[in-house]
Structures are given as C-alpha cells and as structure tokens.
C-alpha cells in the first residue's frame, strides 16, 4: 500500500507547486533550447504552454508583426513547417506546443487572444519565460534589439511578470538534431536552472498575486557550460545590473573593399553609466567574464528618467513649457 501512497503525495506536492506558465523565445517553436525547457518545466509539473515563432526572430526587439492572411508564405526555421501550411497550430502529438508566423512579441499576443482562450479555457499565465535565448543578450542595446526581450516586457506591459532567460550556447540548432538527455548538453543545463529559478520565484510569492512587482522583469544571462565549458555543470546566481563595465550595443562597420557593411557590437560611454538602481552591482557583461557564474538582472518597464536627470533635463526645455 505504501507505494501508491506515495505516488499519491507526490502527485499532489505537483499540483500544489504547479504554475501556469507561457513560454516563448526568438530561436523560433524548433530551436533546441525551448523544447528542453518546455520538458524540464512540464516533468517538474507545471502547465507549460509553449507558443513561439514559427521561424527565426532573433534581433526583433518588440516588433510587433502580426501574419497576413492564414497561410504560411514561406517555410518555417528548419523547414518544419512549410510554406502553404496554416500560419498558425501546434504539433499534432501535444496542443500544448504551438508555432505562430509572428515576432516574440506578438506570439504573447496570440497566445492570450487565440491559444489560451480557445484551448485552454482562458487559463491566466501566472509568469511568461522566454527562451533560452541562443547567445547572450546583455545591456541596454539588447535589452530593446533583441526579441527574447520584446517578448518579456510585453507580457510585462499586460500585466504578467515575465523573465528573459539567454544562453551562451548561440548554435541555431534544430531539436530533431539535438534535444536529448546528455547531462554536459547546455540545453539540458539551462533548462534545469530555469526551473530552479522558477520555483524560487514562485515558492517566494507564496499568496501573493503577482510574482513579481507589476512593472518589473528579470534578464538571466547563463555562462557557457557543459560541453562548452566542461568545469561548469551548475553555475551561481549573481545578482547584475543592465548597465556597466563592458555593457555593449549593436553597431555596424563600413568595409572599403566590399563596399558592405559587417555587423560588429561597440560599447560607448551611455552604455557603461549607471543611473538607477545599486551602481555598486556588477554589470551581466562582467559577470559573464567571470567563470560559471549566470548574470540577474532586475529591470524596470517604466522607462521614465530618475527626478534629478529629469529636472536637468526639464530646465532645457523649461521656456516653452506652458506647465
Ligand atoms: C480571458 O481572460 C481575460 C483576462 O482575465 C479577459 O480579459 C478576457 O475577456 C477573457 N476572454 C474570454 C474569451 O473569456
Ligand atoms: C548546430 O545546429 C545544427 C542544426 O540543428 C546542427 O546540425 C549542428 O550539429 C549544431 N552544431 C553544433 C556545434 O552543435
Ligand atoms: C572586407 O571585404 C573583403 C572582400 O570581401 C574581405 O576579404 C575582407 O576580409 C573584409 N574585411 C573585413 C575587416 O571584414
């Protein structure tokens, strides 16, 4: 009799932890990483419903591009869907997994107006997590170029607290060819730690409504490891800020022979100072220098300048405001 006792107890151990959660990214529905978290989250007894890009959006920020008409015009990230397909479904074999023909952010979207409405009796998302994102995705420049985040605070603009999760793995690689249970596979890595994180957050909201604070969201930037970096199978939390050391952008360089210009990141001056927050954390980019540590960096969606800088600011323009 024990043992169906205690199968009992841990059923209802996940009932009593499960959450609701939304998960997306900009790798797009296939990419390696999503479908290992999705597993991960789902066997830790969450209500995992992963809605994602139907191919590649990294570098979209929060574009918000919504499909025209039903049909996909052209083949989906690693031909898994083709083109003619529905510009929206799920995989035959689980309705919780789905592929839209729009950004990150938009997926949000059609994931809150269409997917959970429909198909899941309206469930309200008690967090969205994006990614793991393939590739780093550190500092002010990222923070509004990149879709991993566009997805984040636009579900944080609705009202659900969101967490940007990146890897250092940045293959582009395709879960048929890569998802399995290799302990040294940064996916699988990754993917244990955001149920840690998860699970924190969640076991410190305790009756709380909201996981976290209405207007905040949380960047999680991972170290290489595993097969990347064998020495690092379990890296810390450390708290970071946005900005800082080494903080950079998304910048271009001319090349005079080819007449082209190549993509290269820059860090400028803006990027390295430090406005809000505690100046005294390190920033993600120096955090990610360091060796197996994961970078967590708390941020804000109101975007407005602290009073100082704003007064500075307001004196500019002072004699042409009529209040
Ligand atoms: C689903 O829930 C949201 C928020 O709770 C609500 O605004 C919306 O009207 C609901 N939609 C349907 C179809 O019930
Ligand atoms: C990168 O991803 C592709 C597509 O899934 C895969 O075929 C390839 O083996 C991956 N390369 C590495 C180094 O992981
Ligand atoms: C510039 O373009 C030329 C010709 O395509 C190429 O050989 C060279 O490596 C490029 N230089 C840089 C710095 O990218």
């Known amino acids: 009799m024990l043992f169906p006792y205690l199968t009992l107890m841990i059923t209802l151990a996940q009932v009593i932890c499960a959450k609701n959660i939304l998960l997306t990214n900009d790798d797009s529905w296939v990419s390696t990483n999503i479908r290992a978290t999705y597993r991960e989250l789902t066997l830790a007894g969450h209500n995992v419903v992963l809605v994602a890009p139907v191919s590649q959006r990294s570098g979209y920020g929060g574009k918000f591009d919504i499909p025209k008409g039903n049909v996909l015009q052209t083949n989906g990230e690693f031909d898994y869907v083709k083109a003619g397909e529905p510009a929206w479904g799920h995989e035959v074999d689980d309705q919780n997994v789905w592929y839209f023909n729009g950004t990150p952010a938009s997926c949000v979207a059609f994931a809150l107006k269409y997917v959970l409405p429909k198909f899941f009796n309206n469930m309200t998302i ?38 940007a999760f990146s890897g250092s793995n940045s293959n582009n690689s395709f879960f ?27 076991k410190s909201q305790g009756e709380n409504p909201n996981a976290l604070p209405i207007t905040s969201g949380i960047n999680v930037n991972f170290p290489p490891v595993g097969n990347q970096d064998t020495t690092c199978t379990d ?8 900005s800082g050391e080494l903080s950079a952008t998304f910048d271009m360089a001319y090349n005079e022979t080819s007449n082209t210009f190549v993509w290269s990141p820059a ?41 100082e800088l704003a007064n500075e600011v307001k004196a500019l323009v002072q004699p042409i405001l009529s209040i």
Request: glycine residues 8%; charged residues 15%; proline residues 5%.
């Open 176 to 202: 048929k060819d890569s998802l399995n249970t290799d302990p040294m596979n940064p996916s699988n890595i990754y993917a244990s730690k955001v149920v840690e994180f998860v699970a924190q957050i969640f």
């Open 267 to 307: 860090s400028y001056k803006a990027l390295t100072v430090c406005e809000n927050g505690d100046c005294s954390l390190p920033s993600a980019n120096e955090v990610l220098t360091q060796n197996c540590r994961t970078a967590v960096s708390v941020f804000s969606i109101d975007y407005d300048a602290k009073l």
């Open 126 to 163: 008690d967090l969205v997590v994006s990614g793991p994102n393939e590739g780093t995705n550190m500092g002010q420049g990222f923070y509004t170029g990149l879709g991993t985040m566009g997805a984040t605070y636009n579900s944080i603009y609705r009202g659900i607290p969101g967490v």
């Open 235 to 242: 890296p810390e939390w450390v708290l970071t800020r946005m």
